[in-house]
């Protein structure tokens, strides 16, 4: 079995797809720090043909905290201008519009949540078979050893493949993955702004098409 083990990230870039769409199984790694500062709850989209940053709002977030213990602020006049914004970049026939209102709709309530409810909407949308689990499910002991953390995970699973970033490589080998009776291998996800964007402006054959464009190392 092959599996991925990423944090959650709000709507993300194709090459988080094309990693989903390379293995049998996505583990969200949920319950680390959070990153403050980094692009969980943050994207980028196409606004009157210029980059548009946005970022969800949270109440008191901290990289002392998990993922999965930081809860989004959807009351707070930020995340109204957000869904404003959003839903004029989205026409009404749009399917990224219709994610987005399935979004806010169930208004999710950790970043944690809307993060993994965004790449589950998505992964249905594009008929991405793979199979969703949650890290904060799992129980075995955390160390302070991310390799053996994620071997851990791959044993719970029951992988014999571990397929990482190609940013991984500076982290990780395949010697050491090898000790556990694991293959490590790295794919070069394709970069992009949220895939909302690239379905808004293409159609799923494209980007179906984009998501078996991949190498593994």
């Not at 009404?92 to 589950?120: G, M, N, Q, V, W």
């Amino acid at each position: 079995m092959k599996i991925a083990i990423m944090q959650p990230y709000f709507a993300p870039y194709l090459g988080y797809f094309q990693l989903i769409n390379a293995v049998d199984k996505f583990i969200f790694y949920d319950d680390v720090n959070y990153i403050k500062g980094g692009w969980i709850n943050k994207n980028l989209i196409t606004l009157n043909g210029n980059d548009y940053k946005f970022t969800i709002p949270l109440k008191k977030s901290s990289s002392f905290k998990k993922i999965n213990e930081i809860e989004v602020n959807w009351e707070c006049r930020d995340m109204e201008k957000l869904q404003k914004t959003l839903y004029q970049r989205f026409s009404t026939d749009s399917p990224s519009r219709e994610i987005i209102k399935k979004l806010f709709k169930h208004k999710p309530i950790t970043i944690a949540d809307l993060t993994i409810t965004s790449i589950i909407l998505i992964s249905n949308y594009l008929g991405i078979n793979t199979t969703f689990e949650r890290s904060s499910n799992y129980t075995f002991e955390r160390v302070n050893n991310k390799l053996l953390n994620l071997v851990s995970i791959c044993n719970i699973s029951g992988a014999n493949t571990y397929i990482n970033p190609i940013g991984g490589q500076e982290l990780y080998s395949k010697e050491e993955f090898k000790q556990h009776n694991i293959n490590l291998h790295f794919i070069k996800g394709q970069p992009s702004k949220s895939l909302l964007d690239l379905i808004d402006l293409k159609n799923k054959k494209y980007i179906i098409n984009k998501l078996n464009n991949n190498k593994l190392i």
